[in-house]
């Protein structure tokens, strides 16, 4: 069983960056994707950037050209850099992953494994 542990969340102020981690407790496998969520309070959980197995990216439209999903398969680790943080940001993080077969970072199915999650604050 993969399970997925972030770190790296934390507060920060706007136009500020912070960077995500997503460390994977087993090898990655070549035909995985992974993608990061977000849920705001009182929000449902919002998918935001995903990668696949040849490491193309998709995002969505509310942080395209702000943040950016990358992935070290040798080190299990998935990765969002966030710049040009916005208030709105603010919500808690999680990273997914199952088979690109199954993955659309649009939609954050149960089947996916699951971190736990790390909050962001974002203040203006």
């Known amino acids: 069983q993969v399970l997925l542990l972030e770190s790296g969340g934390g507060s920060a102020q706007a136009g500020g960056s912070l960077r995500l981690s997503c460390s994977a407790s087993?090898?990655?496998?070549?035909?995985?994707?992974m993608g990061w969520f977000r849920q705001a309070p009182g929000k449902g959980r919002e998918g935001i950037a995903g990668?696949?197995?040849?490491?193309?990216?998709k995002y969505a439209d509310s942080v395209k050209g702000r943040f950016t999903v990358s992935k070290d398969n040798a080190n299990n680790t998935l990765y969002l850099q966030m710049n040009s943080l916005k208030p709105e940001d603010t919500a808690m993080y999680y990273c997914?992953?199952?088979?690109?077969?199954?993955?659309?970072?649009?939609?954050?199915?149960?089947?996916?494994?699951w971190g736990q999650g790390t909050q962001v604050t974002v203040s203006s």
């Open positions: 997914a992953a199952d088979r690109c077969s199954y993955f659309q970072y649009t939609d954050p199915r149960d089947r996916y494994y």
């Open positions: 087993e090898y990655i496998r070549g035909n995985d994707c």
């Open positions: 990668i696949d197995s040849d490491g193309n990216t």
